[in-house]
């Protein structure tokens, strides 16, 4: 005559409980292979984004992309302003040619979204960007948004508003009053020594610094977002990865800047400007 045999309670909470330390174990290190691959599929959105930029500057004389702006885009440009949704509405102008984002006011690039209201900053840059100067060298829209990104996604609404995921940000308060600091801002110095000013090279193939110098990056790069906000002071999870910020740098090439790094960045962006480094 056989015995049966079964499993006693002992044994099966035994079981139980290895299961769960393993799962505790085995599921941060699967969120974090899966963040990674988002972070790298990221960061190859930007290359991208840098080929379709010189690809536009050489048939451009070596000029980058500008939106809507009368001339180039010296300074970040806010994709988390929306003038389309009671946003703020800044850098609405026309000059006296008849040039500017005003004399944009009424077109449609034919996204699915709203007409343009004639500003500048904010998410009608990136609509242009999109759709007009370099939709010809990028067909896939998809390519604009970070698999990691929290607030926008390519679906017809955020597409056709153009909400998405990357910054425009060749340059920010802490370069452009040097060397004599005689601005609102502090001018920052680097750990070589030198500042750099950068409010007279406009975003184009001719600038220095190219290898230094941001062309766009993505949410987390303000001195106030991310796990080193306000140095550490208002530490928050306004970004798109947990480790840094991926950044497409004017001579085409990309990569993560892990957090903690903000100030010695081309251009500097930490917060708050008492902590520049003089």
Request: aromatic letters at 14%; a negative charge.
């Amino acid at each position: 005559m056989q015995r049966k045999t079964a499993f006693t309670l002992i044994e099966l909470l035994v079981v139980i409980a290895i299961i769960a330390i393993l799962a505790a174990i085995l599921f941060p290190v699967f969120a974090q292979a899966r963040e990674q691959a988002r972070t790298i599929s990221c960061l190859s959105n930007l290359k991208q984004m840098g080929l379709a930029i010189h690809m536009y500057a050489q048939d451009y004389d070596e000029q980058f992309p500008m939106g809507t702006y009368d001339g180039p885009r010296n300074w970040e440009v806010n994709p988390d302003v929306d003038p389309y949704a009671g946003g703020p509405k800044l850098d609405c102008y026309i000059n006296s040619q008849g040039q500017g984002p005003m004399a944009w006011k009424g077109f449609n690039p034919g996204d699915g979204g709203p007409n343009y209201v004639g500003c500048a900053y904010g998410t009608e840059f990136y609509r242009t960007l999109m759709n007009v100067q370099l939709g010809p060298y990028i067909k896939n829209k998809q390519i604009w948004y970070c698999p990691s990104d929290k607030y926008y996604q390519p679906n017809p609404t955020d597409i056709g508003q153009g909400l998405q995921s990357y910054h425009w940000f060749p340059n920010w308060i802490y370069n452009t009053w040097c060397p004599n600091g005689t601005g609102p801002f502090p001018c920052v110095k680097y750990p070589d020594g030198t500042t750099r000013n950068l409010s007279g090279m406009m975003p184009n193939e001719l600038s220095d610094y190219v290898s230094e110098r941001i062309l766009m990056t993505e949410r987390g790069v303000f001195g106030w977002d991310g796990a080193d906000g306000c140095d550490h002071q208002c530490v928050n999870t306004h970004d798109n990865h947990p480790r840094g910020y991926n950044a497409l740098f004017f001579d085409g090439h990309a990569k993560l800047i892990p957090f903690g790094q903000k100030w010695r960045t081309t251009p500097a962006t930490g917060w708050p400007p008492q902590d520049a480094p003089q």
